[in-house]
Every structure is written in C-alpha cells, then in structure tokens.
C-alpha cells in the first residue's frame, strides 16, 4: 500500500524535548495531533506536524468505549508501537490511562517505563497539576520526560460531573495557576491546556517556562492540540466548540464503500483488466486437456 503524504515532506531534524522548549523561547508555534496506528502516524509526521500525540482519546476514537476510563496500558501499548513505527521525525507521546499512575508512584514508574521500553514513547503525558506533581517528579527522575495536562481533565469526567470548561471563577483560576506552576517547578517538557478560558491560558503561557499545548484554550498557548479524528469528521456524535474540521474523510469513505457496493451488485468490479490471466501456454494446454474430458464424456 502507498502512503501520499498530505503536506510533502522535506528533510528536518528530529523533534525532542529540547526542540519543543526552543519554540518557546523563539515564539515558534508548535503543533500537535493525536496519532492511533501506523498510517495516521506517517501522515501526521510526513506533514511536518511536531508531536504525534497517542492519546487515551482513543478509547473513544478506535476501540468504542464510552468515554477513557476503560482503556487499558495493554491497549495504549498496542497502538503505540503502531504509531513508534509510522513516525520518524516527531516527537511521540503516550497517554498514560487511567488507573496506571495514580494510586503508586512505583506503579507510574514502572508503567511510564513500559511506554518507552516497549513502545518507544519519547515522553508519557499525566493528568492532574499541584496533586500529581510529586508522582511526576519521581517519573521524571527516573529519567521518563513527562508531559503534563491540567484544566479539563477527561479521567476526571466522574469529579467534575461531566465534559465542562474549567477555570472560570477566580478559586478555581487560582488553582488552575498554582497547578501549571507546580508542574512547571517539576520540569514537565509541556502542559496540556484543556477545556479552559483563553484569558487564563493566556496568564499560564505568560507565566510559566514550560511549552503550553492548547485544547480548547484559545490562541495564545505556544502550541495547539486537535484529535485526528475530530480533524477529518471521523468522530461520531457532536463536535466540541473548539473543533474545526478541515476535511470529511467519513463522506470520502462512505462514498467509497458505496460505490464499491454497488459495483459488486451489478458485477462491474473486478473486470477483466483487474483480473490475473493463465500464461498463453498453460490456458492453452489447460484447453487440450478440458477438450479431451469432454470428449470422454460423451
């Protein structure tokens, strides 16, 4: 199967921790997509995108469950080794699921450990600020770069009653502060802002070192975040506010699979010229002998 890349590729050097903190420093916007196999991955790193991104979203995404609580390290571990060997260039993050960190920080060692071991992850990302950010210094001492995301936290989705913007009375700003700032202090590679006002992400992004990647938290984080398939309309159910789709790869594969539908039904596919043909010789000798088992028969 060919892969076309969507963008052309041409040669860059290889983005690591060191990169993402430099496009801080230099105002250079960093961009990020979820990644769940193989050939999202080659398309996401062909188009020059900085961090292929595999997220517990793909809970929903690629396994169906109802939100990314059930997803398991097995399941993560599986689609990141599809994507370690569709990526070249950008940096690989794995989301650690739900359960794989928070009650140990031996247990989120040896876990973060399996992400870089045996699915080549480049840094493992960890829900949770002020709370988590003793669990994620211990990560990061064992030599794991961590990636760490506060705001609306999805493995929090039972805490705070749903999908909802966090960050919008001055408590919860102040804490939202103290969260980035603390990961901040623990020496994440970046932090994933989500769900939140752009004028407090505008205030993180002013007053923390680290790269800040947003998800609906406005323009003036260093970086955007989207999930792939919420970028080509392969999500099913509403979109976020903050989504905007620029293709419809469903459309695309819904015409496909139709057409080749209806192709079979009235016997247009394959046709002769997508069929394999007997060598001259051998239909010829195939003929002789057919001819003469008819005659025998007769």
Do not use: W
């Not at 040669?11 to 193989?38: F, G, N, Q, S, V």
């Not at 001055?170 to 804490?175: G, S, T, V």
């Not at 695309?252 to 069929?275: G, N, R, Y």
Request: some cysteine; hydrophobic content about 40%; glycine content about 8%.
């Amino acid at each position: 199967m060919s892969l076309t890349p969507i963008g052309g590729h041409s040669p860059r050097r290889k983005i690591t921790t060191a990169t993402i903190r430099e496009k801080k420093l230099l105002h250079e916007p960093i961009t990020c997509l979820t990644a769940y196999d193989y050939a999202t991955a080659r398309l996401v790193d062909e188009a020059g995108i900085d961090i292929a991104l595999v997220g517990d979203s793909l809970a929903m995404t690629m396994l169906g469950y109802e939100n990314t609580l059930s997803v398991t390290v097995d399941e993560m571990l599986h689609h990141v080794k599809a994507v370690r060997r569709g990526v070249k260039d950008a940096m690989l993050i794995a989301d650690m699921p739900y359960g794989s960190y928070q009650a140990d920080a031996n247990e989120a060692i040896h876990n973060a450990a399996r992400f870089v071991k045996e699915g080549g992850a480049e840094a493992v990302k960890m829900e949770g600020g002020e709370k988590r950010a003793d669990v994620i210094r211990r990560v990061i001492d064992a030599e794991i770069p961590v990636a760490g995301h506060i705001g609306l936290t999805p493995q929090s989705v039972n805490v705070m009653g749903g999908y909802k913007v966090q960050g919008k009375s001055l408590n919860a700003i102040e804490q939202l502060m103290r969260d980035a700032v603390a990961l901040d202090c623990a020496g994440v590679t970046c932090i994933y802002l989500e769900g939140i006002p752009r004028e407090v992400a505008a205030m993180i992004t002013a007053e923390v070192d680290t790269p800040t990647i947003g998800i609906g938290a406005g323009p003036d984080c260093d970086g955007q975040v989207l999930v792939f398939h919420d970028l080509v309309n392969l999500t099913f159910g509403h979109a976020a506010k903050f989504v905007r789709r620029y293709g419809d790869a469903a459309a695309l594969i819904t015409q496909s699979v139709l057409a080749f539908k209806a192709d079979v039904v009235s016997h247009q596919f394959p046709s002769d010229a997508e069929s394999y043909h007997l060598p001259k010789e051998t239909q010829a000798a195939l003929e002789t002998v057919l001819h003469r088992k008819h005659a025998m028969q007769r």
